[in-house]
């Protein structure tokens, strides 16, 4: 692998390595009227 | 409404409190879920709610009004409801910091019966947990 072709993969994780780990990780409600 | 949330796309798990009427709906691991969604689910399955929040990982963006958003995926955005918090994250805006924040969805107003589901979900951020 040439060094264009790793310097592309670096430059692609660095961008999209935060995006992948974007994430919801829980919801919380309160509710009322449950029984 | 335990069996009605888990359904809903994205759930993995659904944890209900009786004693407290406190629900936690825990995504797969994807974390895709959509939280007006669940609102939805959860007043299709006759409770009301009272309060959502929401823990997140995510990027902090400025949109072209102006407006800060949390990008919690690809397609999924919430805009920050401006308070200290909020404005402490300035210095990440566009940038590659992730944050993971817990923050208050919705909350019901005096009298109120229901959300308006025509309105955006907007996150007030209580907490700034992690910075990375």
């Known amino acids: 692998m040439n060094a264009k072709a790793i310097a592309i993969l670096v430059l692609?994780?660095?961008?999209?390595?935060?995006?992948?780990?974007?994430q919801i990780k829980s919801v919380e409600m309160r509710v009322e009227g449950m029984t | 409404m335990e069996q009605h949330l888990g359904r809903q796309s994205?759930?993995?798990?659904?944890?209900?409190?009786l004693l407290d009427g406190k629900?936690?709906?825990?995504?797969?691991?994807?974390?895709?879920?959509?939280p007006a969604q669940l609102m939805k689910a959860t007043?299709?399955?006759?409770v009301t709610v009272a309060e959502m929040d929401v823990t997140a990982r995510g990027k902090i963006m400025k949109d072209s009004s102006g407006n800060l958003?949390?990008?919690?995926?690809?397609?999924?955005?919430?805009?920050l409801v401006q308070n200290e918090l909020s404005k402490s994250l300035e210095p990440i805006v566009d940038s590659q910091?992730?944050?993971?924040?817990?923050?208050?969805?919705y909350k019901k107003s005096t009298g109120?019966?229901?959300?308006?589901?025509?309105v955006?979900?907007?996150?007030?951020?209580?907490?700034v947990q992690k910075k990375e």
């Open chain 1, 12 to 22: 692609l994780g660095a961008t999209l390595g935060p995006m992948a780990q974007a």
């Open chain 2, 10 to 17: 994205g759930v993995e798990k659904v944890a209900v409190n």
């Open chain 2, 23 to 34: 629900v936690e709906v825990i995504p797969k691991e994807d974390g895709q879920i959509d």
């Open chain 2, 43 to 46: 007043y299709d399955s006759g």
């Open chain 2, 69 to 79: 958003s949390l990008q919690v995926g690809p397609n999924r955005a919430f805009v």
């Open chain 2, 97 to 105: 910091t992730a944050i993971t924040v817990r923050g208050q969805l």
């Open chain 2, 112 to 118: 109120k019966k229901k959300a308006d589901p025509s």
């Open chain 2, 120 to 127: 955006p979900l907007k996150v007030l951020i209580l907490d």
